[in-house]
């Protein structure tokens, strides 16, 4: 029997047994649970094909599962799913399946105009969100006109004006370059407040933003401090994962 | 956006285009009726009447080609669906309109990629093995443009998506519009018409 709400109402995510099988019968999620409390920032680690992006799309109903999925204490079923949506804002893996509007700043004021919210409020956010990612220049440009990690950076700002309560973000970095890898790193530093899941296997951004990993293998392999996970090389070997070079000099996300 | 941008866009446009209007003119000429004959070639008779007829069809498609993409191009869809939306149109209707504008831009987009994709790896290639290529990529394509229009919507409904398309800061239907959409129209009626 599923619950309607959730006994423990100040967790953002309560995931419970989740499965989720493809059409084909393949596994890609097996028994996972995950939990997030408001403020936490967690890395989701694992090698490709780990399961990390259909755990990020099933939590906003994207793939079908079987499990609970609380977010704010609020079931995920069709009647919950547009508050969901509204809640946890997923930055795809693949920016080309984000973007859809024929300019960036209509891409971005999209979420924002659809949650209802005034012009001059959209309008603020759209010039914040674009502010945040470098975009300011290009905010007339046509998505599909430009490089893929300014795609990749409109991408986060489209998510970034609808300020969810729980930022997911599928393997923000890939195919950034340094200095905007640098920037986006950064400006996670800088949130302080905020409820992050961040699938990567960009295992120096995860120290540097997140103070918890959950390692992903189908299952839930480890979860714990990310600098015990971090130090546990044949933990990260046995599942494709390099450690990071200089264990030493590391840099660690600080509250 | 500069005059010679919105040129230069439309040319790109009609690259597409052309080339499917002339088959179609091609098409027309051989199978129109006619009585005089101008010219025979290699036993195909050309007639006079097929010519003109020809003629005049390609022209008229172009003309309604051009005037559609000259309206995309110089009126934002967001004051589409303002001026839509005035004029009371359900939103459903709206929204279908919306995306399909959206989907075949990015689709044309796809495309476009795509064509470089071979282009890129058939240089080499004899023709039946060019073919082969063109014929599985094309498929692939097809296979790709319906998972993209499973993305486009679940972005959509990501993003709060619930029917409606949002109205944005500044998207009006202006004056301007008004006129750019009269002119189409003229265009329009003047090709049926004629
Ligand atoms: N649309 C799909 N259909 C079938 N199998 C899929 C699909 N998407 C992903 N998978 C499979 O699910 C598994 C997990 O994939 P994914 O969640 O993308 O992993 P990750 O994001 O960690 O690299 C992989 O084995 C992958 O092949
Ligand atoms: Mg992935």
């Given at each position: 029997?599923?619950?309607?709400?959730?006994?423990?109402?100040?967790?953002?995510?309560?995931?419970?047994?989740?499965?989720?099988?493809?059409?084909?019968?393949?596994?890609?999620?097996?028994?996972?649970?995950?939990?997030?409390?408001?403020?936490?920032?967690?890395?989701?680690?694992?090698?490709?094909?780990?399961?990390?992006?259909?755990?990020?799309?099933?939590?906003?109903?994207?793939?079908?599962?079987?499990?609970?999925?609380?977010?704010?204490?609020?079931?995920?079923?069709?009647?919950?799913?547009?508050?969901?949506?509204?809640?946890?804002?997923?930055?795809?893996?693949?920016?080309?399946?984000?973007?859809?509007?024929?300019?960036?700043?209509?891409?971005?004021?999209?979420?924002?105009?659809?949650?209802?919210?005034?012009?001059?409020?959209?309008?603020?956010?759209?010039?914040?969100?674009?502010?945040?990612?470098?975009?300011?220049?290009?905010?007339?440009?046509?998505?599909?006109?430009?490089?893929?990690?300014?795609?990749?950076?409109?991408?986060?700002?489209?998510?970034?004006?609808?300020?969810?309560?729980?930022?997911?973000?599928?393997?923000?970095?890939?195919?950034?370059?340094?200095?905007?890898?640098?920037?986006?790193?950064?400006?996670?530093?800088?949130?302080?407040?905020?409820?992050?899941?961040?699938?990567?296997?960009?295992?120096?951004?995860?120290?540097?933003?997140?103070?918890?990993?959950?390692?992903?293998?189908?299952?839930?392999?480890?979860?714990?401090?990310?600098?015990?996970?971090?130090?546990?090389?044949?933990?990260?070997?046995?599942?494709?994962?390099?450690?990071?070079?200089?264990?030493?000099?590391?840099?660690?996300?600080?509250? | 956006?500069?005059?010679?941008?919105?040129?230069?866009?439309?040319?790109?446009?009609?690259?597409?285009?052309?080339?499917?209007?002339?088959?179609?003119?091609?098409?027309?000429?051989?199978?129109?009726?006619?009585?005089?004959?101008?010219?025979?070639?290699?036993?195909?008779?050309?007639?006079?009447?097929?010519?003109?007829?020809?003629?005049?069809?390609?022209?008229?498609?172009?003309?309604?080609?051009?005037?559609?993409?000259?309206?995309?191009?110089?009126?934002?869809?967001?004051?589409?669906?303002?001026?839509?939306?005035?004029?009371?149109?359900?939103h459903p209707v709206v929204s279908v309109t919306w995306m399909t504008?959206?989907?075949?831009?990015?689709?044309?987009?796809?495309?476009?990629?795509?064509?470089?994709?071979?282009?890129?790896?058939?240089?080499?290639?004899?023709?039946?093995?060019?073919?082969?290529?063109?014929?599985?990529?094309?498929?692939?394509?097809?296979?790709?443009?319906?998972?993209?229009?499973?993305?486009?919507?679940?972005?959509?409904?990501?993003?709060?998506?619930?029917?409606?398309?949002?109205?944005?800061?500044?998207?009006?239907?202006?004056?301007?519009?008004?006129?750019?959409?009269?002119?189409?129209?003229?265009?329009?009626?003047?090709?049926?018409?004629?």
């Amino acid at each position: 029997m599923k619950r309607e709400t959730s006994p423990h109402p100040e967790r953002i995510l309560d995931c419970r047994g989740l499965h989720c099988a493809w059409p084909g019968g393949a596994l890609a999620l097996e028994d996972v649970d995950l939990t997030m409390r408001r403020g936490e920032r967690v890395a989701l680690i694992g090698p490709n094909g780990a399961g990390k992006s259909t755990l990020l799309r099933a939590l906003i109903g994207l793939v079908p599962f079987e499990g609970e999925i609380h977010v704010e204490g609020l079931a995920l079923r069709k009647s919950t799913l547009r508050d969901i949506r509204l809640r946890i804002g997923l930055v795809f893996q693949h920016p080309d399946d984000q973007l859809f509007s024929p300019s960036i700043a209509e891409d971005v004021a999209f979420g924002p105009a659809a949650m209802g919210l005034s012009a001059d409020e959209v309008t603020e956010r759209v010039r914040e969100a674009l502010d945040t990612t470098g975009l300011g220049e290009m905010a007339a440009r046509n998505p599909l006109e430009l490089s893929y990690g300014e795609r990749r950076r409109a991408a986060i700002a489209t998510v970034l004006s609808m300020r969810p309560v729980l930022l997911a973000m599928d393997e923000p970095s890939s195919n950034l370059d340094p200095a905007h890898r640098r920037r986006l790193i950064r400006w996670l530093q800088e949130q302080t407040d905020l409820t992050l899941l961040l699938a990567t296997h960009d295992l120096d951004m995860a120290a540097e933003t997140c103070t918890r990993a959950v390692l992903l293998s189908r299952r839930i392999v480890a979860d714990g401090p990310i600098r015990d996970i971090l130090a546990d090389r044949a933990l990260l070997e046995r599942h494709d994962l390099e450690p990071p070079l200089g264990m030493q000099g590391m840099r660690y996300y600080e509250t | 956006m500069e005059r010679t941008g919105i040129i230069n866009q439309l040319l790109r446009r009609l690259r597409f285009v052309v080339p499917m209007l002339l088959a179609l003119g091609v098409l027309v000429l051989l199978r129109a009726p006619g009585e005089e004959v101008m010219f025979r070639l290699a036993g195909i008779r050309i007639t006079q009447e097929a010519l003109t007829t020809a003629g005049w069809t390609t022209i008229r498609l172009l003309a309604i080609a051009t005037a559609s993409m000259l309206f995309t191009l110089l009126v934002p869809l967001s004051h589409v669906v303002d001026g839509m939306r005035r004029v009371r149109i359900p939103h459903p209707v709206v929204s279908v309109t919306w995306m399909t504008e959206r989907f075949l831009a990015i689709l044309t987009s796809d495309l476009r990629r795509t064509m470089d994709g071979v282009r890129a790896r058939s240089a080499a290639l004899a023709l039946p093995r060019r073919v082969l290529l063109g014929t599985r990529i094309a498929a692939s394509f097809l296979l790709r443009a319906v998972a993209r229009s499973e993305y486009l919507a679940d972005a959509m409904t990501a993003r709060g998506f619930d029917g409606r398309i949002p109205i944005l800061p500044g998207a009006r239907w202006m004056r301007r519009d008004s006129f750019i959409a009269s002119a189409c129209l003229v265009v329009f009626i003047v090709a049926i018409v004629l």
